[in-house]
Protein backbone atom coordinates (compact mmCIF):
# COMPACT_ATOMS: atom_id res chain seq x y z
CA UNK A 1 0.00 0.00 0.00
CA UNK A 2 1.16 3.54 -0.42
CA UNK A 3 0.32 5.94 1.94
CA UNK A 4 -0.38 9.85 2.07
CA UNK A 5 0.21 11.29 5.69
CA UNK A 6 -0.49 14.12 7.01
CA UNK A 7 1.66 15.60 10.41
CA UNK A 8 1.08 18.16 13.06
CA UNK A 9 4.34 19.48 14.88
CA UNK A 10 3.36 19.10 18.75
CA UNK A 11 5.73 22.09 19.53
CA UNK A 12 4.46 24.31 16.74
CA UNK A 13 1.04 23.52 16.12
CA UNK A 14 0.34 26.05 13.25
CA UNK A 15 3.27 23.80 11.37
CA UNK A 16 1.90 20.61 9.09
CA UNK A 17 3.64 18.32 6.35
CA UNK A 18 2.04 16.18 3.97
CA UNK A 19 3.70 13.55 2.78
CA UNK A 20 4.05 10.03 0.71
CA UNK A 21 5.55 6.79 1.91
CA UNK A 22 4.87 2.80 2.09
CA UNK A 23 5.76 2.62 5.70
CA UNK A 24 3.86 4.92 7.75
CA UNK A 25 5.95 3.67 10.92
CA UNK A 26 9.27 4.25 9.54
CA UNK A 27 8.52 7.39 8.02
CA UNK A 28 7.69 9.49 11.40
CA UNK A 29 10.45 7.81 12.78
CA UNK A 30 12.35 9.53 10.38
CA UNK A 31 10.53 12.46 10.83
CA UNK A 32 10.81 12.62 14.72
CA UNK A 33 14.49 11.80 14.27
CA UNK A 34 15.43 14.55 12.12
CA UNK A 35 15.41 12.82 8.95
CA UNK A 36 13.84 15.14 7.03
CA UNK A 37 15.50 18.64 6.68
CA UNK A 38 11.88 20.22 5.89
CA UNK A 39 10.83 18.82 9.35
CA UNK A 40 13.70 18.39 11.87
CA UNK A 41 13.19 21.81 12.92
CA UNK A 42 9.84 21.92 14.15
CA UNK A 43 10.00 18.44 15.75
CA UNK A 44 8.69 16.04 17.10
CA UNK A 45 5.42 15.13 14.91
CA UNK A 46 2.09 13.75 15.42
CA UNK A 47 0.68 12.02 12.52
CA UNK A 48 -2.72 13.43 11.95
CA UNK A 49 -4.50 11.43 8.93
CA UNK A 50 -3.30 8.86 6.73
CA UNK A 51 -4.92 7.64 3.61
CA UNK A 52 -3.98 4.35 2.06
CA UNK A 53 -4.01 3.81 -2.20
CA UNK A 54 -3.68 0.66 -3.98
CA UNK A 55 -0.37 2.29 -6.18
CA UNK A 56 2.19 5.11 -6.01
CA UNK A 57 0.49 6.82 -8.76
CA UNK A 58 -2.66 7.49 -6.92
CA UNK A 59 -0.91 8.35 -3.76
CA UNK A 60 1.25 10.77 -5.95
CA UNK A 61 -1.92 12.52 -7.34
CA UNK A 62 -3.22 12.93 -4.04
CA UNK A 63 -0.54 14.30 -2.69
CA UNK A 64 -0.06 16.58 -5.28
CA UNK A 65 -3.56 17.41 -4.92
CA UNK A 66 -3.27 18.26 -1.44
CA UNK A 67 -0.27 20.73 -1.95
CA UNK A 68 -2.32 22.96 -4.27
CA UNK A 69 -4.77 25.40 -2.98
CA UNK A 70 -8.01 23.76 -3.43
CA UNK A 71 -6.11 21.16 -1.59
CA UNK A 72 -5.20 22.71 1.10
CA UNK A 73 -8.05 24.38 1.73
CA UNK A 74 -10.10 20.74 1.10
CA UNK A 75 -7.64 19.33 3.70
CA UNK A 76 -7.98 22.53 6.63
CA UNK A 77 -11.97 21.68 6.02
CA UNK A 78 -11.93 17.37 6.71
CA UNK A 79 -8.50 16.43 7.30
CA UNK A 80 -6.81 18.52 10.47
CA UNK A 81 -8.30 17.80 13.21
Known amino acids: MHYVYLLQSQTHPAERYIGQT ?45 KSGSGRAFANRHLWP
Request: aromatic share 14%; glycine share 4%; no cysteine.
Open 22 to 66: TDLKARLQKHNEGGSPHTSQYRPWNLQTYIAFQTKTQATAFERYL
